[in-house]
Structures are given as structure tokens and as C-alpha cells.
């Protein structure tokens, strides 16, 4: 038998945090700085992933950040945040970001992006979370989709971990064809 106490839904934890974009957070370009849409997702993923883990969580990886379009000053920048997958120690936040003209009301999607967090217990020691109560098919989906992601990202960490560079720069030339780099040295 399964100890359903030690489970908690999906709903339990979803999060939205919503932003009104101001000035001092644009960059050079009179656009919104992508750092300051990472920090708010950071957040929001904080506290998606302790209210799940009812545990102190600190981000372990970031799954691509794709900057879909430019957030303006004076949008309102949403951020939805729900748990998708849950390992042992670790589990992972789904975030929706999404931008809104607050004049028009036109919404746009600015990213979406997977946060990892793992719990930590009292000895700054990565402590168990709970189950996850799935209640309808779109959690089922991400849930699937985030375990088929983690298991292609094991596997891209195994090539990138085993990436070989020829030693001495003579044996490199081959691999430099067709760059845009000119070498100095032979
Ligand atoms: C992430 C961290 C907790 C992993 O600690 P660890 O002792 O290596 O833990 P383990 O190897 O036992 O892994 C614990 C869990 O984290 C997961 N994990 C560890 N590193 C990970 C990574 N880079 N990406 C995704 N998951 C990771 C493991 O898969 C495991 O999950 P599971 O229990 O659900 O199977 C630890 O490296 C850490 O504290 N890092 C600093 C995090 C931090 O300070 N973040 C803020 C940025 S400033």
C-alpha cells in the first residue's frame, strides 16, 4: 500500500508571480535585461519548489532559457509555475512566461523554461519530497515529458563529458576548416 499522506498534488504548489516592468530593469536597448526575468523565475521556482517539498530548495540546473520576444518597460511580466516532475531529492518547476501590453491587453509568450530544485534538510543535506498526485492530462503529459528530458540530458551530459580536443595545434587544423577564425600560430 502507498502512503498517499506523503503525496501532494500538483495544484498545491502552483505559483504565479506578476511584475510590472519599470525602467531601472531595462538594459542599453530600452528592453527588459534578461537577468532580471531570470531572477523572477528563480523565485518563482523557489517558491513553487518549497511549497511542494516543504523543505528549504535550492536550484540545481536550468533547462533552456530561449528569449522568444522582447519584454517592454511598462508590461506586466506573469510567471506560472507548477511542479512537472518529482525525482527523489530533486523535482522539477515548470515556468510559463508571459508578457502583457496592460494599454491593449495583448499577451505574449516570452519563455517557457524547466528549473530543477532540489530540497535540503536542516544539514544542508538533500532531504526526501513528496509524491506527486497527478489529476489530469496535461500534468500526465509534462510529468512524461519532464522524465523524458532528464533522461536526454543524462546522456548529453555523458557526450559533453567526454568531448576530446587533438593535443598540439597541427592536429587541430582539420577541425577548424570552414570557421570563421584565422590562426596565428603553427
Ligand atoms: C545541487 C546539489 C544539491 C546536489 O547535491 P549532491 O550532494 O550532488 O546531491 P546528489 O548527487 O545526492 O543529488 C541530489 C539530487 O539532485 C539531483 N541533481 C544533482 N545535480 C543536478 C544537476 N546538475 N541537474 C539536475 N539535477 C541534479 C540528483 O539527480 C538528485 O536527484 P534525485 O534525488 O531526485 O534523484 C548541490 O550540488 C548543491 O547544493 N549545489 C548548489 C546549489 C545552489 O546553491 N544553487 C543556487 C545557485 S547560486
Known amino acids: ?3 498517499t499522506s506523503a503525496f501532494k498534488p500538483v ?5 504565479t508571480i506578476t511584475e510590472l516592468m519599470i525602467p531601472s530593469y531595462s538594459n542599453f536597448g530600452g528592453k527588459i535585461h534578461g537577468g532580471i526575468l531570470l531572477s523572477l ?3 518563482v521556482a523557489y517558491v513553487c519548489a518549497a511549497k511542494h517539498a516543504g523543505n528549504y530548495c535550492v536550484t540545481a540546473s536550468i533547462d533552456t532559457v530561449d528569449f522568444l520576444q522582447p519584454v517592454e518597460v511598462g508590461e506586466l511580466v506573469s510567471l506560472m509555475a507548477s511542479v512537472n516532475y518529482v525525482g527523489n531529492t530533486s523535482l522539477v518547476v515548470g515556468i510559463r512566461v508571459i508578457s502583457e501590453n496592460v494599454k491593449t491587453n495583448v499577451i505574449k509568450h516570452t519563455n517557457t523554461s524547466y528549473f530543477t530544485m532540489v530540497a535540503k534538510d536542516d544539514d544542508n543535506k538533500p532531504a526526501q519530497i513528496p509524491g506527486l498526485i497527478l489529476e489530469n492530462g496535461n500534468q500526465v503529459r509534462r510529468f512524461i515529458e519532464a522524465k523524458r528530458r532528464k533522461e536526454i540530458k543524462q546522456n548529453y551530459k555523458k557526450e559533453v563529458d567526454h ?5 598540439g595545434i597541427a592536429d ?3 577541425l577548424l576548416i570552414g570557421e570563421r577564425v584565422i590562426l596565428t600560430k603553427n
Open 11 to 15: 495544484s498545491f504548489s502552483e505559483t
Open 172 to 174: 587541430c587544423k582539420e
Open 1 to 3: 500500500m502507498i502512503d
Open 41 to 43: 523565475m528563480d523565485k
Open 163 to 167: 568531448i576530446t580536443v587533438p593535443d
